[in-house]
C-alpha cells in the first residue's frame, strides 16, 4: 500500500530565504507525482506535474525534483515571499491496474514572514 | 475559462439527514474525481469517473455515499443518513482524459454533520 509522507509538517521562514519541502512515498512504482498549494478555505491549486520518467520540473521560482529509486521528491521555493504561505500537498499516482487515484501526503503548512 | 465549481460551498445538516454535493467539472474534461479532506485524516480519493465506463467506487467508505455523473459532466455525491463523521471538505476534480494528466480541482464544499 503506497503511503506518502511529507516533512516538515509545519515550516515557518522569513521572506527572501530559499526553503526545500520533501515528500517520500514507499512504492516506487508511480506513474507521476504532483505537487499542489492549497490556500485556507480553497481548493488545490497544481504547481508542478513530475512524470516517473523525469527527474525534475521548473515553473518560475518553484522547482521540483523526483528519485524515484529512492522515493524522494522535493519542492524549492528559490527568493521565497509571504504570497508563498499555503499548505503544499505532494501527490503520487500509482502505475498499472485500474486504480486512477491520487494518494496525498499531509502536506506541510509554510508561513513566509514579511 | 471557467474552472470546476462545486455547489454548496458550505453545508451544515444534522445527524441522520441526507446531503447531495454537486459538482460541475471542465467543459470537455472526461475525467471526473471526489476527494474528502477530514481534519487529521489529510486527503483521500472516493470516486472516479471516466466518460461511460463503470466508476472506480474503491473510495467509498460505507454504503452510505454514492455517486452519479449525468450526460459525462456534472456529478452529484450523495451521502444518506449523515453522521457525524462525515464532517469533512469534499473536493471534486477534472482531468481532460486520463488520470495521468493534471487534475483540475474545484473550492470544494465544506459539510459539517450536527
Known amino acids: 500500500k503506497q503511503e506518502v509522507t511529507q516533512i516538515p509538517a509545519a515550516l515557518s521562514v522569513p521572506e527572501g530565504e530559499n526553503l526545500v519541502l520533501n515528500c517520500s512515498f514507499t512504492d516506487s512504482a508511480i506513474y507521476n507525482l504532483q505537487w499542489f498549494r492549497q490556500d485556507p478555505g480553497k481548493g488545490l491549486t497544481s504547481l508542478l506535474l513530475i512524470q516517473s520518467s523525469q527527474r525534475e520540473q521548473t515553473s518560475g521560482r518553484l522547482n521540483a525534483s523526483l528519485d524515484k529509486s529512492s522515493g524522494r521528491s522535493t519542492l524549492y521555493i528559490a527568493a521565497s515571499q509571504p504570497g508563498d504561505s499555503a499548505t503544499y500537498l505532494c501527490a503520487v499516482l500509482n502505475y498499472g491496474g485500474a486504480t486512477n487515484k491520487l494518494i496525498f501526503g499531509t502536506g506541510t503548512l509554510l508561513a513566509v514572514q514579511p | 475559462g471557467a474552472g470546476v465549481s462545486q455547489s454548496p460551498s458550505n453545508k451544515v445538516t444534522e445527524k441522520g439527514k441526507d446531503v447531495e454535493l454537486r459538482c460541475d467539472p471542465i467543459?470537455?474534461?472526461?475525467?471526473l474525481y471526489w476527494y474528502r479532506q477530514s481534519l487529521g485524516q489529510g486527503l483521500e480519493f472516493l470516486i472516479y469517473f471516466q466518460g461511460n465506463s463503470a466508476p472506480d467506487k474503491s473510495g467509498l467508505p460505507s454504503d452510505r455515499f454514492s455517486a452519479e455523473r449525468t450526460g459525462g459532466s456534472v456529478s452529484t455525491l450523495t451521502i444518506q443518513r449523515t453522521q457525524q463523521e462525515d464532517s469533512a471538505v469534499y473536493l471534486c476534480?477534472?482531468?481532460?482524459?486520463?488520470?495521468?494528466?493534471?487534475?483540475?480541482f474545484g473550492p470544494g464544499t465544506r459539510l459539517l454533520v450536527l
Open positions: 476534480a477534472s482531468s481532460p482524459y486520463r488520470a495521468e494528466e493534471t487534475q483540475y
Open positions: 467543459s470537455g474534461h472526461t475525467a
